[in-house]
């Protein structure tokens, strides 16, 4: 069983900045084999992928997020992170990570964030 949590949401303003946190109760191994992905959902709305790790070094992002959000990770701490710059009132949702992890699709309970237009 693998836990996920999220952190490090919040209440910014307009063009501010926040970084996510998601803390993976795995081994460092299994964390550094397996891709992670941030997904958000906003009141009202579907959950939408924003970022996907397609590999060591690439990530997908979402076109709304693209050149906004980065996804990086530190492996010996077994956490992926989301920069998030010049957030906008449309980024205002929950912000969940997921890992398929040896066939079982892993959530943790997300993460609110909140953008004063």
């Known amino acids: 069983q693998v836990q996920l949590v999220e952190s490090g949401g919040g209440l910014v303003e307009t063009g501010g900045s926040l970084r996510l946190s998601c803390a993976a109760s795995?081994?460092?191994?299994?964390?550094?084999?397996?891709?992670f992905n941030w997904y958000r959902q906003a009141p009202g709305k579907e959950r939408e992928l924003v970022a996907r790790e397609v590999s060591e070094t690439v990530t997908n992002y979402a076109e709304s997020v693209e050149g906004r959000f980065t996804v990086s990770r530190d492996n010996a701490r077994r956490t992926l992170f989301l920069e998030m710059n010049n957030l906008q009132p449309e980024d205002t949702a929950v912000y969940f990570c997921?890992?398929?992890?040896?066939?079982?699709?892993?959530w943790g309970r997300g993460t609110q964030v909140t953008v004063n237009s």
């Open positions: 997921n890992s398929l992890i040896f066939g079982t699709d892993y």
């Open positions: 795995t081994t460092t191994d299994i964390f550094r084999r397996h891709n």
